[in-house]
């Protein structure tokens, strides 16, 4: 079915290595405009991954019988009809939260996030794979989506999980800087979102750069022969 | 991007420049301590020492020598520029954190010293008056009258921020005539009833901005600084003031008043000129500063915000390289379309 290398690989590319925000910087739009608390992002990105995983294991199992020159319209039908269900979901059990995020959830359909795993993954491997590929991109934008909310969050107003009662009635959002925080509101404003994600982006490659440099640094035995010759 | 020929450029330095723009700077400082108050100076201080400081962090992080930057000046006319433009009484945080975000946002996260895109004191005048808008606002509209010890109590947060301590400023006094329309006050005699007017523009502010016209006109005789940007700045104020104020003096200040209000000298003298994030060319330079000074008015008048040199300055920053690539001069010997 999977090997334990290939769901390696597969968890490595969604959480990291590709991540759908940081390093392929798809989905801006929701990243932006969703991310003033951790809540919404963290909220968003389970309903991607919801539509992510059956997407991708819709389109992996119908790979077979998709003509091959209209299979981006019907990957987008597929994508459409299962977002319409998570809206509905939504709006039926969390609709506070429905209400904030109000025309994202409808928008995922047109997340580039959605398609170009469906395209680029789901159209040419197994169901099973395709499910853990859409997981694991999401996750990965969960991570993403939550940092950035909460940086933006703590900055902006100095709380953490602002609106976590619309989802879970009996919490209260930490006030984690004292109330008289003035609230740096440029980075609850979409030029905040950007700054800090440019601030992501650059510790990411800033992490990958030092494991290179590691990396390289770990085998001298074998460099040294190599470079004898 | 070069500048056409000749190439007969005396040999001065980043800091002997810095220098003497500080220098330049010198008579605003004096008439800004002496008719608005000397928390100016406070200011200042508190301005130079976040920049040093934030400029010797971003240096120790990019791995660049310390004492060549730090000791060319350029983080502190940064530093004071930014204290001259934010209100006399705002917090110390605010004036640091806006000096820090110039300085490592706005300069060095761009490449540092020359390779900014946009004015760094502007962007932390940007930053700062769209996070806090409220204490952005507070203008003093005459001269502070507190001692210096409550001035000082003020800025450290140490004495409650007293709604007394700002009134509209001239600007704002005339905005509000124009949204009143022509039910509203007449321009005219508001500016010779209240109080806070002067002789021709905010009383004591006037004078801050001729010493600012006085420093200017001092940088543009040592050649730091050529005509263009000032005269096209100063020019398009003039123009798009003048041609209101004609068809209805009523709701409109003349260009005087506009002139010597807010950060319009200041702007033109010694921020719009800043050879890094600005235009090169002459041609470039002159549209530039018209640019500037036609945007400065619109937003002031008709904007939502105190001021608009700071939003001019930065929409023509984003301009600045296409009008250069548009305006280069023709090679020597070339025709006008080489």
């Given at each position: 079915?999977?090997?334990?290398d290939e769901f ?17 910087i798809?989905?801006l ?16 990105s ?10 991708n294991?819709?389109?992996a ?6 003509p ?6 019907v990957?987008?039908l597929i ?7 998570v809206d509905l979901?939504?709006?039926a059990?969390l ?11 409808p928008?995922?359909v047109?997340?580039?996030?959605v ?8 159209a ?12 694991f ?17 703590l ?21 984690l800087?004292?109330e008289s925080?003035?609230?740096f ?12 994600l440019g ?10 750069a ?10 001298p ?7 004898a010759? | ?32 301590a ?13 301005a ?5 400081l934030?400029e ?6 990019r ?5 060549m930057f ?12 930014i204290a001259?433009?934010?209100?006399p009484?705002a ?12 300085i ?6 761009y490449?540092?010293?020359?390779q900014?895109p946009?004015?760094p ?7 700062c008056?769209v996070s806090f808008p409220a204490?952005?606002s507070?203008?003093?509209?005459v001269?502070?009258?507190?001692p210096?010890?409550e ?8 004495a ?8 509209a400023?001239?600007?704002?006094a005339?905005k509000?005539?124009l ?6 006050v007449?321009?005219?005699q508001?500016?010779a ?6 002789n ?15 420093g200017?006109?001092w ?6 600084i050529?005509w263009?940007?000032?005269v096209?700045f ?7 003031s003048?041609a ?12 005087l ?15 719009a000129?800043?050879?890094v ?15 500037a ?6 937003i ?5 915000y105190?001021?608009?040199?700071a939003?001019?300055?930065?929409l ?23």
């Amino acid at each position: 079915m999977i090997t334990r290398d290939e769901f390696r690989t597969i968890a490595h590319n969604g959480v990291w290595k590709q991540n759908t925000s940081i390093v392929q910087i798809l989905g801006l739009c929701p990243l932006l405009a969703v991310t003033t608390n951790a809540v919404n992002g963290i909220m968003l990105s389970l309903a991607t991954i919801l539509v992510m995983a059956l997407s991708n294991v819709a389109v992996a199992s119908l790979r077979n019988f998709i003509p091959h020159e209209i299979r981006i319209p019907v990957f987008i039908l597929i994508v459409a009809a299962l977002v319409t269900v998570v809206d509905l979901l939504f709006n039926a059990n969390l609709h506070e939260l429905y209400l904030v995020l109000g025309i994202f959830i409808p928008l995922i359909v047109t997340n580039c996030i959605v398609l170009a795993r469906v395209e680029a993954f789901a159209a040419k491997n197994p169901p099973l794979q395709s499910t853990f590929d859409g997981v694991f991109m999401g996750v990965g934008m969960l991570w993403t989506l939550a940092l950035l909310g909460g940086m933006r969050e703590l900055l902006g107003s100095g709380t953490l999980f602002g609106g976590i009662d619309m989802v879970f009635p009996s919490l209260q959002p930490i006030q984690l800087l004292p109330e008289s925080y003035p609230g740096f509101l440029l980075a609850l404003l979409p030029p905040g979102a950007f700054i800090l994600l440019g601030c992501m982006i650059a510790w990411k490659n800033w992490m990958d750069a030092r494991a290179a440099a590691r990396a390289q640094r770990k085998p001298p035995a074998s460099v040294a022969t190599a470079g004898a010759h | 991007m070069f500048a056409p020929a000749p190439y007969l450029l005396k040999d001065v330095s980043v800091s002997q420049v810095m220098t003497q723009v500080c220098i330049a700077l010198v008579p605003g400082i004096v008439a800004y301590a002496w008719l608005i108050g000397p928390a100016i100076l406070v200011q200042l201080a508190i301005a130079s020492a976040a920049a040093l400081l934030a400029e010797s962090l971003m240096l120790k992080l990019r791995g660049k020598p310390q004492a060549m930057f730090l000791s060319d000046g350029s983080a502190v006319v940064t530093a004071w520029l930014i204290a001259l433009t934010f209100p006399p009484l705002a917090p110390w945080w605010l004036v640091a954190l806006g000096t820090v975000f110039a300085i490592v946002v706005a300069k060095h996260l761009y490449g540092g010293l020359g390779q900014n895109p946009f004015n760094p004191a502007m962007v932390a005048f940007a930053v700062c008056i769209v996070s806090f808008p409220a204490l952005m606002s507070q203008w003093p509209s005459v001269g502070l009258q507190m001692p210096l010890v409550e001035q000082l109590n003020v800025i450290l947060g140490l004495a409650p921020r007293v709604d007394a301590l700002s009134g509209a400023t001239p600007l704002d006094a005339l905005k509000t005539a124009l949204k009143l329309g022509d039910s509203g006050v007449d321009v005219a005699q508001l500016l010779a009833n209240q109080d806070i007017f002067g002789n021709f523009a905010g009383r004591g502010w006037e004078w801050v901005a001729a010493g600012y016209l006085l420093g200017g006109l001092w940088l543009w005789q040592r050649k730091l600084i050529t005509w263009h940007v000032p005269v096209a700045f100063i020019g398009a104020l003039v123009l798009i003031s003048g041609a209101l104020w004609l068809y209805k003096p009523a709701q409109f200040a003349s260009p005087l008043f506009h002139l010597f209000s807010g950060g319009a000298m200041i702007g033109a003298f010694f921020i719009a000129t800043d050879p890094v994030s600005g235009c090169t060319t002459p041609r470039g330079k002159l549209i530039f500063g018209a640019g500037a000074g036609l945007l400065a008015y619109i937003i002031r008048v008709f904007g939502g915000y105190p001021d608009g040199v700071a939003f001019a300055v930065l929409l023509m920053n984003l301009c600045a390289p296409l009008i250069d690539l548009l305006t280069q001069p023709p090679i020597f010997g070339m025709k006008d379309k080489a």
